[in-house]
């Protein structure tokens, strides 16, 4: 595979994920976007090391902080998600307006 074939595929992850997060209303669905988004980062990050410096480490410190990001993202999401479901039913942005600052 050649490095223009990673980038359409992080190009279409990332393309997906931002319709995903800009379409829908349920803050699950919003959220599954954001790691679509996420996805298409990595996949483009691991293709630019290992095709400009595979020999260097720089690439994956970039790519385990992103997934640890990742990962740290959706726990607290979802976490979030789960407490406002539990306190008040609600599952929708629009019905979780009223939690602005």
Same mark, same amino acid.
């Given at each position: 595979? =050649?490095?223009?074939?990673? /980038?359409? /595929?992080?190009? $279409? /992850?990332?393309?997906?994920?931002?319709?995903g997060?800009?379409?829908? &209303?349920?803050?699950?669905?919003?959220m599954? $976007?954001?790691? /679509?988004? #996420?996805?298409?980062?990595?996949?483009?990050?691991?293709?630019?090391?290992?095709?400009?410096?595979?020999? $260097? %480490?720089?690439? &994956? *410190?970039?790519?385990?902080?992103?997934? %640890? *990001?990742?990962?740290?993202?959706?726990?607290?999401?979802?976490?979030? *998600? %789960?407490?406002?479901?539990?306190?008040?039913?609600?599952?929708? =942005?629009?019905?979780?307006?009223? #939690?602005k600052?």
């Amino acid at each position: 595979m =050649t490095l223009q074939l990673f /980038l359409l /595929l992080a190009a $279409g /992850l990332f393309a997906i994920g931002l319709y995903g997060a800009l379409s829908q &209303q349920s803050i699950v669905m919003l959220m599954m $976007g954001l790691e /679509l988004m #996420l996805n298409g980062v990595i996949v483009a990050a691991a293709a630019f090391w290992f095709y400009v410096s595979p020999a $260097g %480490t720089d690439g &994956q *410190v970039l790519i385990v902080v992103i997934i %640890t *990001v990742m990962a740290v993202e959706m726990a607290v999401g979802f976490a979030v *998600v %789960t407490a406002i479901y539990r306190a008040r039913q609600v599952d929708m =942005t629009d019905d979780a307006a009223d #939690l602005k600052g």
